[in-house]
């Protein structure tokens, strides 16, 4: 590999932002704070936190990463329209170093049914927009989406526009995944050059989608016809199939140095830990076979192939697996650990819980550690992560209790606690699941219309936790949760709560998505195991 390292590729990660409008991937303020820190280890160069204007949750979290974070740049999303910007750059205000990055159209596909506008009209907007943006931050990007199918003497035109009001990073988007990567790299290459001849120093970027599972090719197919910022999402996550995925193309331009010269600043030990948070979080599983990050990526089975491993490593592997800071899975923590060794080790995780939201885990650690053999890194950071929502409980979970089995009618008893009252009722169901679900509705009074459900084990073993993931419609009102337990019903019956406490608390944990047509939400049965 050539010690060359040549040019440096910025990485614009937009997990945060693009990544949580994945359908169930939605973050609180908190948890969003939490991956921040976490991506700033990471030593990524741009952190897209949010979209202020979205909702008033949006807002407060990219302020208080604003606020938090130092080290990468703070980015804001914002249309093209003067409230959105005024959001933007309010929200960024307190980083130390900041952009606000705001967004229009290219295609006439998009400006003849979305926009509703001009060519000539979009251009004009587009650079007043540029033009405001400047007066809150001199770091400001510009992006047409849709950019693979839209006229390229236009595109031209466009962003000639922005850099000439001011924009300093000029996005080049395939928003819907369309592109192949020869034709790509043809299109930044010339709109681009194009570009750059007059504004040398305005920044290139590339922002791909992965419909067509091109997403990651496509993004390096630009770097190498001139793009210097990537902008990618922790496990690829995304819209649709997903975005560039950050661990892929940072790796590639390490282990492909001698193709490339290229280099980025990711601290790339950090991807494997950060990889988990994001899974965690969201509660979305990476698949086993998934580069870099997955199970299965260093993983040998055909004898062949380890036969080679153990006579040299390089003969099967590109890369090490301490490279990405896989390093397997600790067993440190059992029932006899203490709160000191309780709170180390979480800070190791990255996570920092307040003097009462550490009390408050380490009862739950000590209860799971009677229940389980090893308690692993990802039941501890479930433990914490479930400390982490500001959301009031009007609710609590006190008893329940499921009969079920071959013949029998699922049957819940559940009390839950408000204000030191205690309800209790029953209800059954066409299993415990929903059982125990339409007991709450009963007890609460507002039934909720389950949209999604999915569990997930956390862990390895027989006694590994559960993890569920909840969509709930209340009426008009949809919110999400999750929740882990050695037990599934509970974990459901504890997710499910906890949406109704979001809804009773006035707030939703899915912010408002991108201007775009709606996404069909499929509604989900509720588990009969």
């Known amino acids: 590999m050539s010690t060359h390292r040549g040019e440096r590729v910025i990485i614009m990660d937009t997990t945060l932002r693009d990544g949580e409008q994945s359908p169930g991937a939605s973050l609180n303020h908190r948890e969003k704070l939490e991956i921040a820190h976490q991506l700033a280890k990471l030593n990524v160069d741009v952190i897209e936190a949010g979209f202020p204007i979205a909702s008033p949750g949006d807002f407060e979290a990219v302020s208080r990463i604003a ?100 924009a300093t990073t000029l996005n080049i988007p395939d928003t819907v995944g369309y592109a192949i990567p020869e034709e790509y790299a043809a299109l930044i290459a010339y709109v681009g050059g194009r570009v750059k001849a007059r504004f040398p120093d305005v920044v290139i970027s590339v922002h791909c989608h992965d419909d067509l599972g091109l997403a990651v090719a496509n993004s390096l197919a630009a770097v190498r ?43 790339t030990r950090e991807i494997y830990p950060v990889s988990r948070m994001v899974s965690r979080m969201t509660g979305l599983t990476v698949q086993r076979n998934k580069a870099i990050v997955g199970a299965n990526a260093f993983a040998h089975e055909s004898g062949v192939h380890q036969d080679g491993v153990l006579k040299q490593r390089t003969t099967y592997e590109i890369m090490r697996p301490e490279d990405v800071g896989m390093e397997g899975t600790d067993l440190v923590m059992g029932k006899h650990s203490g709160r000191h060794a309780f709170r180390h080790r979480l800070a190791k995780m990255g996570l920092s819980l307040s003097d009462a939201e550490i009390d408050a885990a380490y009862e739950r650690f000590i209860d799971l550690a009677d229940k389980k053999k090893h308690v692993y890194d990802d039941d501890l950071l479930s433990i914490a992560r479930d400390q982490m929502d500001a959301i009031p ?59 999604d459900f999915s569990v997930q084990a956390i862990t390895v073993g027989k006694d590994a936790m559960g993890e569920v993931s909840v969509r709930v419609a209340f009426g008009k009102d949809v919110v999400s949760a999750k929740a882990a337990s050695t037990d599934i019903v509970e974990a459901a019956l504890k997710a499910y709560v906890s949406c109704v406490n979001r809804v009773l608390a006035g707030r939703q944990d899915a912010p408002a998505a991108a201007p775009g047509p709606p996404r069909k939400t499929r509604r989900a049965r509720r588990s009969k195991a």
């Open 67 to 166: 606020e938090t974070i130092r080290g990468p740049t703070i980015a804001a999303l914002a249309r093209t329209v003067e409230k959105d910007i005024e959001s933007a750059g309010r929200a960024v205000a307190a980083a130390a170093k900041r952009r606000v990055h705001t967004f229009t159209s290219g295609s006439d596909i998009h400006l003849d049914n979305i926009l509703r506008v001009t060519r000539a009209q979009n251009v004009e907007r587009s650079a007043r927009s540029v033009r405001l943006a400047r007066t809150f931050s001199d770091d400001v990007e510009f992006s047409a989406q849709d950019t693979t199918r839209a006229d390229r003497e236009y595109l031209v035109e466009l962003y000639t526009a922005a850099a000439e009001a001011g």
């Open 225 to 267: 016809a001139g793009a210097r910022q990537v902008e990618c999402t922790v496990n690829g996550l995304g819209e649709r199939a997903g975005n560039t995925s950050l661990e892929e193309v940072v790796m590639a331009i390490r282990t492909r140095q001698d193709l490339f010269g290229l280099h980025t600043a990711v601290n």
């Open 393 to 451: 409980n009007a609710y609590e979970l006190a008893y329940f209790h499921v009969s079920t089995g071959t013949g029998a009618v699922p049957t819940a008893t559940v009390r839950l606690r408000k204000e030191g009252a205690v309800t209790q009722d029953a209800s059954c169901g066409d299993g415990p699941v929903d059982a125990v679900l339409k007991t709450v509705d009963r007890i609460v009074g507002i039934p909720g219309r389950l949209l």
